[in-house]
């Protein structure tokens, strides 16, 4: 398949960026994809989550991209107003959204964390070990397995979270970093998950060769104004590029390789992995439909610290551009891109700076010490009013045992305790786990509408906040986060483009959960008839 040549370069480009050559130094191997025996039919699915990418940041940012990401905008079907319809906008709800087509109101991820009422402690998202276990669904492999048991479903990420809820219930594999040696790790649930390309891909120390190296912008500084990208200025301490891997010692160790989960050098890895996988597994060779789920999260931990507006931001979109712009041609060598159904998303947005926001003439802000005391004050209240209880077991969850043993209501409780923290004035609105189950699935206003989506009986807190708009917690008192109703956590790009798809803008709102749907319309297969997505081919597919 011929390719521009702005496309072609912008590959090299990445390879010259990163080094990011296949560990072997070789392409693959295999039969040239013409020589393969297969039908019309795509072949394999290259599902790409991009943590934290907001949905403005290729309209904003287009001018300085020119690899894959631009590709993807130039030749798909991109859906400007895209976004993730739950409450809590984060990682792992994001993603199993995106591959299961439903909402945490069905699949049950309502959040990276919660607490388990039954065992009395945190309940990670991905469980413990790692695995689908609180995966309450079935996700897109599943359905592909289902129809064809030879199809593979293979994920990855640098975050567990990710890989586990892109994977479904039962993947061929699901791996994530593994931030003290570099490698690529899976668990003990995935006991099928073994490879041997594996081990010789982590015993070759891929990472090392940024040892010594700096991360240093690929962009000049002189184009930040320009691109509205601001500097924050933290006082009497210099910050900016360069930035040093690992600390300040000879031999590296886990500083080093948990310093890369933090920079852009972990995606050129996931890049590597993603070759790796297609070349040693045959994806898309064998006629049988192919998952390849891969989550890129460099842009969320660099986001966190940095924000959306930071020249560090940029630079991880622009190096993951340059990487999938190289990725997309290794697949176009390998499998022929006739035969590739694409699909990116994001798990969530984030909210600006408030400082930024604040030097454009907006009046948001970050919780300072008054709003973190008003809320502890709620329960101080609380205690007052029904006795001095340990009435909270864990946040917002009240001891229900404990309300009822002691003869109180627990609704009335959790309503006099969120009318406390409602007078806080960085709270919109606080709401009861009642109130929540009380919204009507698909009405009313969006807000509701996302707190409805997210609710899933047993899981939530008694008494869930919804900050003002533009307001911003954050534990450390630093950087910034997501997790909220608005749309700057939300809005999210949903993007396919493939074989008899032709390149469009659709300005429809359209839903994160739309993506599985979609994807299994497009192969031909059955998906299950109770999900919150729609298929969305009808809007682009040719004749």
């Known amino acids: 398949m011929s390719r521009s040549r702005s496309f072609a370069c912008c590959a090299l480009a990445a390879t010259a960026v990163f080094s990011a050559c296949s560990s072997s130094g070789q392409r693959v191997a295999s039969a040239p994809a013409a020589e393969l025996p297969r039908g019309d039919d795509p072949s394999l699915i290259v599902l790409i989550v991009v943590d934290q990418m907001r949905g403005d940041y290729y309209d904003r940012f287009e001018s300085v991209l020119d690899g894959g990401i631009a590709w993807l905008w130039q030749n798909g079907a991109v859906f400007t107003d895209g976004h993730q319809n739950h409450s809590m906008t984060a990682t792992a709800p994001g993603h199993a959204t995106i591959s299961t087509g439903t909402e945490p109101a069905k699949h049950g991820v ?178 049988s439909p192919d998952l390849l789920g891969l989550s890129f999260s460099a842009l969320d931990s660099v986001g966190h610290d940095f924000g959306p507006d930071s020249p560090e931001a940029l630079d991880t979109l622009i190096r993951l551009d340059r990487l999938l712009g190289d990725l997309i041609e290794y697949i176009d060598e390998t499998v022929g891109l006739e035969h590739v159904v694409f699909a990116l998303s994001a798990d969530h947005g984030v909210v600006t700076y408030p400082e930024v926001e604040q030097m454009r003439g907006g009046s948001q802000r970050r919780l300072g010490a008054e709003d973190i005391i008003c809320v502890q004050r709620a329960g101080v209240k609380l205690r007052e009013t029904y006795g001095d209880k340990p009435w909270l077991s864990y946040g917002f969850y009240l001891d229900r045992d404990l309300v009822v043993s002691e003869g109180q209501d627990v609704n009335e409780m959790a309503t006099a305790l969120a009318g406390w923290v409602e007078s806080c004035e960085a709270v919109e609105r606080a709401w009861t ?111």
């Not at 930040?224 to 500097?231: F, I, P, T």
């Not at 890049?271 to 040693?280: G, T, V």
């Not at 031909?524 to 999900?531: C, E, M, V, W």
């Open 110 to 287: 309502i959040g990276n964390t919660w607490f388990n009422r039954e065992t009395g402690y945190e309940e990670y998202s991905g469980s413990r070990p790692r695995s689908p276990a609180n995966l309450e669904v079935t996700a897109l492999g599943d359905w592909m397995k289902a129809r064809d048991a030879r199809s593979k479903v293979f994920t990855a990420s640098a975050k567990d979270r990710s890989a586990v809820m892109m994977g479904g219930q039962r993947p061929d594999g699901a791996y994530w970093y593994g931030r003290s040696a570099g490698d690529w790790v899976t668990s003990s649930f995935y006991t099928w998950a073994q490879r041997d390309w594996l081990d010789e891909l982590n015993a070759l120390d891929w990472l090392g060769r940024f040892k010594g190296t700096a991360w240093e912008p690929v962009l000049s500084p002189s184009r930040y104004d320009e691109l509205g990208l601001v500097e924050i200025d933290t006082g009497l301490v210099p910050s900016g590029f360069p930035y040093a891997l690992g600390s300040y010692s000879v031999h590296s160790g886990s500083s080093y390789y948990s310093s890369i989960y933090d920079t852009p050098f972990v995606d050129a890895y996931l890049a590597e992995f993603a070759k790796q996988a297609i070349e040693n597994e045959g994806l898309g060779l064998d006629g």
């Open 433 to 543: 786990d009642a109130e929540i189950a009380a919204l009507p699935l698909g009405e009313g206003p969006l807000a509701e509408q996302r707190f409805r989506n997210n609710y899933f009986p047993g899981r939530g807190a008694d008494v869930v906040l919804q900050l003002r708009e533009g307001y911003l917690y954050n534990g450390s008192g630093l950087g910034t986060t997501h997790g909220s109703v608005y749309d700057y956590d939300t809005w999210v790009p949903v993007v396919f483009a493939g074989p008899g798809a032709r390149p469009t803008r659709i300005d429809a709102r359209v839903s994160a959960a739309d993506i599985a749907p979609t994807l299994a319309a497009w192969l031909g297969i059955a998906f299950p008839d109770n999900l919150d997505g729609t298929d969305l081919s009808s809007e682009f597919r040719r004749e």
